[in-house]
C-alpha cells in the first residue's frame, strides 16, 4: 500500500494536515437522524475545504453519541463523498471477531477503492456491562490482553494469507484485497491501511513495534500525549508500511463567531461529560439548560479542567491554539473533533478553522 495514502499534505498555511473525528453528537431536542445527517454536512463540507480524513469513533449505549456502528456510517459517507479519506476512529477491537472486521472493511474498500482506513482501539467504547453484552462474556480483560494476536488474526484476514497448515487458511474475508493497478501498470492487492489508536503507551509502543501509524486520543488523555508520542517514535521500526513514524493526535476544538458563545457551548458539552462520567448519559444539553444547572463545586472544577484541553474562541483563536499545540507535540496530522449540541454549531466551526487557515475550496 502506498505511505501517502497515511501521510496527507497541509494545505494553506496550517502547519500539518487538518482532519476530522466525529462521535455523530445528539443534542438535545434534536435525533439521532438529525445527527447523522449533520455527519454528512460536514464530511461534504471539509471534503471540500482540503482536509484530509474524516474519521468515526465507536461508541456504545450513549444517546448523545449515535456512532455505535462505524463501517454502516462510513459507507453512508462514502456514498456522500468522492475523496476525503473515511475511517474508523476507532473500531474497538475485542468487541467484534476478527474475520467480521475484514469483511466490513473489505466491502467499504470495495465501495471506496484508496480511500478507507482502518483504525483499531482495545478499549471497549462503552461501560463494562455494555462491553459483556457485546462480547457475550464477562470477561472483559480478556479482549485487551489478547489485542496484539486479534490484531494479527484481522491482518491475516486483510491480506488473505494465512499459511499452509493454518485453522484458517480455507477462510477468506469476502470482499478481500482489491486489485489495485499502479502508473506503471502492475497489479498488486490493496487494503485499508491499518492504524493503532491510544491514550496511553500499550498501543503507542505496539504501533511503533510493527511500524505502523499511530493516533492518540489527545482530546481527552491530554497528560499523556507527548509520553505516548515519545514512546510511539522510541520503538518505531521502518516496515512495508512507513519508513518513518507517522503519528496524528484527537484534539478538542471549536471555533465560534464570537468568544462568548464558544465558552456557551463548550461548558454544555462538559456538562453532557460530567452526566456520563457519573452514570447518567443522555443527549448533549443546550447552551441554555448547562447556564440554568447550578454546577456543585466538584462538577465546577471537572468543567474547567475538561474545558482546559478544549481549543475553543474565535477562528483565530483556536488556530493559536492549534499552532502551540502541534509545536509542542510534534504531531504529524491534528485531527479535530467539535462537540457541540447544536449540528449548526459544529459545521460552522470546521468552516471557520478552514477559513483561518486559507484552505481553498474545491468542487
Known sequence: MAEDEIRGTAQGTAPVPLSVLDLVTVGAGRTAGDALRTSVAIARLTESRGFHRYWIAEHHSMPGVASSSPAVILAHLAAHTTRIRLGSG????PNHAPLVIAEQFGTLEAMAPGRIDLGLGRAPGTDGATAAALRRSDRLNEGADDFPQQLAELTRFLDDDFP????YRRIHAVPGPVQATSPGGVQSPHRPPLWLLG??????????SLGLPFAFAHH??????????????ESFRPSAVLDEPYALIGVSALATDDEREARRQVRAAALSMIRLRTGRPGLVPTPEEAEAHEFSPMEEEFANSWNANVIHGTADEVRSGLDDLHKRTGADELMLTGNAHSGDARLRSYELV??????????
Open 220 to 233: 481527552f488523555s491530554a497528560q499523556n500525549t507527548v509520553p505516548a508520542l515519545d514512546l510511539y517514535r
Open 90 to 93: 476507532g473500531v474497538m477491537l
Open 199 to 208: 491514550s496511553s503507551g500499550f498501543s503507542a509502543q505496539l504501533a511503533g
Open 354 to 363: 478552514a477559513d483561518a487557515y486559507g484552505l481553498p475550496t474545491t468542487r
Open 164 to 167: 499452509d497448515g493454518h485453522p
